[in-house]
């Protein structure tokens, strides 16, 4: 299908059609998350990008006030949550110039220590890969439609972003 800018015209140089036209790879995760995995799987997808950013969060060991946590439980909303994931990499995409970006977040029961996100942008260039890849976790954190309990020694508890994630999140508006 055909790629067209506002002008009417297929352009490899507006920035929505190279959008439209970007790899986003977004998924739920049930069982175990393999960061290493993943970087592979991504970079095999590649075609000739010089920049690769990916990051991976860990569940914390411990909650705010410092009592043991056991993990984390991740309930979704099937359908709802995989489109909260996938126009979090559609806007990234119509933000920066990435050619490709891979999200995998952990559903379920995530025990302390375990990988809970996997996130990464390929770009022609770092900067432009650092952004989209700093941005990608911003908006995961505070819009991926998630609701999370911290299981642990103070208790079970649900949790919300932090001010410091909205802030974080703010920064791109």
Not at 1 to 25: D, H, N, V
Not at 43 to 56: C, D, I, K, P, R
Not at 120 to 127: D, L, N, S
Request: charged fraction near 30%.
């Amino acid at each position: 299908m055909p790629l067209w800018c506002a002008q009417g015209r297929k352009s490899r140089s507006c920035r929505r059609c190279r959008a439209a036209e970007m790899a986003a790879t977004t998924r739920l995760e049930n069982g175990t998350l393999e960061p290493d995995r993943e970087l592979r799987d991504f970079l095999a997808q590649l075609g000739g990008e010089g920049a690769v950013v990916s990051f991976t969060g860990l569940v914390r060991p411990s909650d705010r006030g410092g009592d043991a946590v056991d993990g984390l439980h991740l309930d979704y909303y099937p359908g709802v949550t995989e489109a909260s994931l996938a126009r979090i990499a559609e806007e990234a995409a119509a933000r920066f110039d990435i050619a490709h970006s891979w999200v995998v977040h952990r559903c379920g029961f995530v025990a302390a220590g375990a990988p809970i996100v996997f996130a990464a942008a390929a770009a022609a260039h770092r900067r432009v890969a650092f952004e989209a890849a700093d941005y990608l976790m911003d908006r995961l954190k505070t819009d991926a439609v998630f609701w999370k309990r911290e299981d642990g020694a103070a208790g079970n508890r649900w949790i919300e972003p932090t001010e410091q994630d909205r802030a974080d999140r703010k920064r791109w508006d």
